[in-house]
């Protein structure tokens, strides 16, 4: 950048904006008056006076002073009276570099002088800053203040100025050279007054690396192309024109200080043209360096002047190389270009297109696309086209296809329409696993870029101008898109090479609901017989000759197609179409049946005799081998529109003889699967049939019928029969179930039917216990004792129990006892635990008789006997073990409030964690069946909470996240001070996603509270807990908690603007939900906390966070902000520039 004369590189004024820039001041900055003090040179000379020594030219100015303190010459108390003095002011330079910098607080100043000007200007402005000096320097890394990095005049002693100190710093100690290695890698670096010949300069310069990317510059006059060999960028001034230097770093300073709303500004006079001043070109290259200059930039640019001077920077380079990869530069003028031109400025932005190679960057195309989409109204016909012609190749989404078809046909484009149609039917061919495939075997699947809703809409806009022009085009295209669709398969060697895969040769071509209508291919097949109608209509003869053609296809689907389009068309009569399809299809085309079958029904009474019996001759010579099915069903279906024809007719009757066939509803179709399923259900007896039946006939029904065909009457529909009788009838119910006690029925189905028809019944309770009795009784024939447990749990359940349970509960436990006896140990296993609990007969008489001791009297504690039967439970083992631990666990409550004693004794351990599996167990029915904290249970439940969080990993899914849920309503309402233990504890086991839904789950609870018990838990613990995570205690602060903590703000009332100070501490989050804003806009937070929030969103927006629905939300909250300083105004603004936001 240009300023003042001088071409300063953008990256020391980013280094300043940055606070990565130090200042390397050398002797001359010190020369100037007032200050006046001598270089290197000078000051040796003046030391040697009086002594008879001259420094000569080829004398090194440290080793000439080592030479004279070896004579005994305190060199460095003279050079220090040299150069101090209270005399000494320092000059407009030692200002202007102190001016360099934004802040007194940034201000990085390394110097090789020892006087101390620089501290002397700080101290006229009230201003302290840390100073250092040789040889205890600060981190190279870290730097701040001044650092005097050969001493200063305060201290002789360290001042480095013999060829003994110089080996002392950089050699021997090598204090400075230490801290100078660390300094050249960390910052940039801006060397001034120091000349190529300074031996001080090259001592510096030894300890830089040469590598180009470092950023080491230093001003000055001096002409040289060897810099580079010392690692300098040199930044020229005129020649001994000191007063310009002076005024350049001042001009610096300012330039650096200058906000976005001072660049918004000056960009402004040069809106429509850019500058032709080279200065003022350079404060342009400087915008087009920085994201958020370039924003400001393109927010004010307009018009052809600007866009080609840009390309002759080679700003656009990216737009138009398809690979490339977009920088956030790169989106800002794709936009800008698509804004200022597309549209707009047409001819512009094609003579750009053409000027870069006739390329474009897919993004970019689809920015264009979506504004032609959007804002196509003023745009010229013939430009249009020509946008859509150059951007053909980018549009590859249906969606977009059927958008543009809607706007163009608006246009009555009806050629471009056309264009567009033709991609939906862009095929690309894609594997899968093959189904019912014993190894990784693949099969291929062609997939249309269309799809039907798509497809059907755009044809609806263009129809009669597509089949008025276009008829003969869809034809050849439709029969060369199947065609090649059948070759590809081929090709791929798909299981029968001679047809298409079964999706396209079993493909429903007609108008029937519920079949094939999503498939792109169904739409084509209609899109061809509507064009075979219109093109009928203009060249019948053409139209027979096409269709004949096709039929000689080796495509399964297209020979079905032609057939149907044969049949539909009016013009060709219907001796024509038999020839066509006699001569070219056989009449046992088995996958083009229906087709076959509609065109007969379509042409038969209109053919000649001959030709009716030539067909009857081709249904006669059928093959009956298997079946003369086939042969009796085209009788059927002639006989459905011709009833008189004799030959069919005696037929029908030989055949009849011989066969007890049945005729079928559609004769035409295959059997439909949909249809065979329904049809599977059927009962071989009804209801009222079941009913009224003899037991013993009802006894041989469910023993002995087993019919289970492919449609009609079934098993399976009987017993669900069976079942619905149960439930409606007591008083059968009680006799069926004698003879299922009496041992009458074996069958295993029919006493599931039996049990689950009782379960499933509104039968009062003294009959359902009558039933339990009558199995109870006779349970060694008892079939399914996990139905009869969910019967017992039923009773149980009921509310009507508890007022006889004293009367009931010997019975009641004793049918569990004998349930438990007879149960099935090997029950199957489900992926979840609780679902095996709750579907086995353990885990039904083990909830039965917690229910049970609910009943019981609260003084009794827990009787004996419930804890003998608990206690043989838990010595099972296996899978049985964990129901027992998952059902018994799970009502620690109500167990520890019988007897807190025997309930510790039992599962104290095996929650703490003495195995995973018995953990795992335990922890699960907890969560299951009692996903809250007794308040009364919650002090002794919070020591093993702590104990057993340390084998949280043993834990997962649904258990994992509801134990985290307790854990934080533990600490939340029992533990004190959790900060101490309980979180840290937490923290050193727990994964990312526990941490963030333990984050999540305060925020739940925050939306639940009222502002006394917000303040309660924020000054309790929860203010604690933010502000430790923020200082990355116990762990890192995570970049996902960080969106989490924010996400908390709208919630959290008065408490919002502590929230805030802590939150603000640290980087804001990378992103933020998509409704933070608007759930911060709806909590009106602004009116009471207007600083805070302006605070909150200045730094969201500086720190680069992003929102994914700005909305009205941001501006709303603005408005609001009542009471802003002058600074927090200008600061949103500039951070709003920042980002391009406009509100």
């Not at 990085?108 to 302290?128: A, C, H, P, W």
Request: proline fraction near 3%; glycine fraction near 4%; aromatic fraction near 12%.
């Amino acid at each position: 950048m240009f300023i003042d004369g001088i071409n300063f590189p953008n990256k020391i004024i980013e280094a300043i904006k940055n606070t990565r820039l130090v200042v390397f001041t050398g002797a001359g900055t010190s020369v100037d008056a007032p200050t006046s003090l001598p270089n290197f040179v000078d000051l040796a000379k003046k030391i040697a006076e009086g002594t008879g020594e001259i420094l000569e030219d080829n004398d090194t100015c440290e080793a000439f002073l080592g030479y004279l303190k070896s004579k005994g010459i305190d060199v460095n108390e003279q050079a220090a009276e040299l150069l101090s003095g209270t005399c000494l002011r320092h000059n407009q330079t030692h200002e202007a570099i102190i001016d360099l910098f934004v802040d007194h607080s940034q201000i990085k100043i390394v110097t090789t002088n020892y006087d101390q000007m620089f501290e002397q200007v700080l101290e006229s402005r009230g201003l302290r800053i840390p100073v250092y000096n040789a040889p205890a320097l600060p981190l190279g890394d870290d730097v701040e203040g001044i650092i005097h990095v050969h001493g200063n005049t305060d201290n002789p002693r360290y001042m480095v100025l013999t060829d003994e100190d110089f080996g002392k710093a950089y050699l021997t100690e090598g204090y400075a050279a230490r801290f100078l290695i660390k300094l050249f890698q960390s910052y940039t670096i801006l060397f001034i007054g120091y000349s190529y010949q300074d031996t001080i300069l090259r001592y510096l310069t030894r300890a830089m690396d040469r590598t180009p990317e470092k950023a080491r510059f230093i001003i000055t006059d001096e002409e040289r192309s060897d810099w580079e060999m010392l690692g300098l960028t040199p930044i020229y001034f005129p020649r001994n024109d000191y007063h310009k230097m002076r005024e350049g770093l001042i001009k610096l300073g300012q330039r650096a200080k200058r906000g976005l709303l001072d660049w918004d500004n000056m960009i402004k006079e040069f809106k429509s043209e850019p500058p032709r001043d080279i200065a003022l070109d350079t404060d342009i290259d400087y915008c087009l360096d920085s994201v958020e200059m370039t924003r400001v930039l393109a927010n004010n640019i307009h018009g052809r002047e600007w866009l080609l001077t840009l390309n002759e920077k080679s700003i656009f380079d990216n737009l138009f190389l398809p690979e490339a990869i977009l920088s956030e530069k790169d989106q800002i003028w794709m936009n800008w270009i698509v804004d200022e031109f597309v549209g707009v400025e047409d001819e512009a932005f094609k003579i750009l297109y053409l000027n870069n190679g006739n390329n474009i960057h897919p993004k970019f195309a689809a920015l264009i696309l979506r504004k032609l989409k959007l804002d196509y109204s003023s745009m010229p016909d013939v430009v249009y086209k020509e946008y859509i012609t150059i951007l053909d190749p980018y549009i590859t989404s249906y969606w977009e296809i059927y958008q543009l078809i809607e706007i163009v046909s608006k246009r009555k484009l009806y050629s471009l329409c056309y264009k567009l149609f033709m991609k939906y039917f862009e095929v690309q061919f894609v594997p899968e696993s093959k189904l019912m495939s014993s190894g990784n075997e693949l099969i291929y699947k062609h997939k249309f870029r269309g799809e039907r809703y798509q497809i059907e809409e755009s044809w609806k806009c263009c129809k009669d101008e597509f089949l008025n022009s276009y008829a003969e085009r869809f034809l050849y295209f439709i029969k060369e898109t199947i065609s090649n669709l059948y070759n590809t398969y081929v090709l791929l060697g798909t299981e029968d090479k001679s047809i298409e895969p079964w999706s396209m040769t079993m493909l429903v071509i007609e108008d029937r609901e519920g079949y094939s209508e999503k498939d792109p291919l169904y739409f084509l097949c209609a899109i061809f017989c509507e064009s075979c109608k219109a093109m009928e209509c203009k060249y019948p003869e053409w139209i027979k000759e096409f269709l004949e053609k096709c039929l000689i296809e080796p495509s399964v689907l297209l020979k079905k197609l032609c057939l149907k389009a044969l049949r539909e068309c009016e013009r060709i009569s219907a001796c024509d179409k038999f020839d066509i399809f006699i001569n070219n299809v056989a009449i046992s085309f088995f996958e083009g049946k229906e087709q076959v079958f509609l065109l007969i029904e379509k042409i038969f009474n209109d053919l000649t005799e001959d030709r009716q019996n030539r067909l009857i001759d081709e249904i006669e010579a059928l093959d009956t081998n298997a079946s003369e099915y086939p042969i009796y069903n085209w009788c059927v279906w002639i006989k459905r529109f011709c009833s008189t024809n004799n030959r069919i007719n005696k037929l029908e009757e030989e055949i009849l003889s011989r066969n007890r066939f049945e005729p079928r509803s559609h004769p035409e179709r295959d059997i439909e699967i949909g249809e065979a399923i329904w049809s599977s259900d059927q009962s071989p007896i009804t209801q009222e049939q079941m009913l009224e039946t003899d037991l013993q006939q009802l006894i041989d029904l469910l023993n002995n019928y087993n019919e289970d065909p492919f449609e009609g009457p079934s098993r399976w529909g009987m017993l669900r029969t069976f079942s619905e009788c149960i439930k409606n009838d007591y008083e059968w119910t009680s006799k069926v179930v004698k003879i299922f006690t009496d041992g009458c029925i074996e069958k295993e189905d029919a006493w599931q039917r039996l049990l689950s028809g009782i379960q499933d019944s509104n039968f009062e309770l003294d009959q359902l216990i009558a039933l339990l009795d009558q199995f109870a009784d006779k349970i060694e024939t008892v079939k399914d004792f996990r139905g009869m447990s969910e019967l017992l749990l039923k009773i149980l359940k009921r509310n009507e129990i508890k007022g006889q349970f004293d009367a009931m509960e010997n019975k009641l436990f004793a049918v569990i006892g004998l349930i438990w006896t007879h149960r099935k140990e090997d029950f199957v296993r489900y992926d979840n635990l609780i679902t095996t609990v709750i579907n086995t007969e353990l885990g039904n008489v083990l909830l039965s008789s917690i229910y049970m001791l609910s009943y019981c009297d609260k003084t009794r504690g827990i009787p004996e006997k419930y804890k003998s039967f608990w206690e043989k439970n838990l010595k099972l083992e296996n899978g049985e073990k964990d129901v027992v631990l998952c059902m018994l666990a799970g009502y620690f409550n109500l167990l520890y409030l019988r007897d807190r004693d025997w309930c510790i004794s039992k599962f104290a351990e095996i929650l703490e964690g003495i195995d995973q599996q018995s953990f795992a167990a335990a922890w699960g029915g907890i969560v299951y069946f009692s996903r809250y904290l007794n308040k009364d249970v919650a002090d002794v439940m919070a020591p093993i909470y702590l104990r057993a969080v340390t084998n949280l990993n043993w834990l997962e899914g649904e258990v994992r996240s509801g134990f985290i849920d307790l854990y934080l309503l533990l600490l939340i309402y029992v533990v004190e001070n959790p900060c101490l233990e309980y979180i840290p504890k937490f923290y050193s086991i727990a994964e990312e996603r526990d941490q963030e839904m333990f984050i999540q789950g305060i925020e739940h609870r925050l939306k639940d509270m009222d502002d006394k018990e917000k303040k309660i838990l924020w000054n309790g613990w929860l203010m604690q807990y933010l502000i430790y995570r923020y200082e990355n205690k116990p762990i890192m602060l995570k970049e996902k908690e960080k969106e989490l903590f924010v996400s908390w703000l709208p919630e959290l009332g008065e408490l919002f603007e502590g929230a805030v100070n802590v939150i603000c501490k640290r980087k804001m989050p990378q992103h933020v939900d998509s409704l933070f804003l608007y759930r911060l806009d709806e909590s009106k937070l602004v009116l009471q906390f207007p600083h805070s929030m302006i605070c909150l969103l200045t730094k969201m927006l500086n720190d680069g966070t992003e929102f994914d629905c700005l909305g009205e939300s941001l501006g709303n909250i603005y408005k609001e902000a009542k009471g802003l300083s002058r600074k927090e105004q200008i600061d949103f603004q500039e951070a709003l520039l920042k980002r391009g936001i406009s509100i």
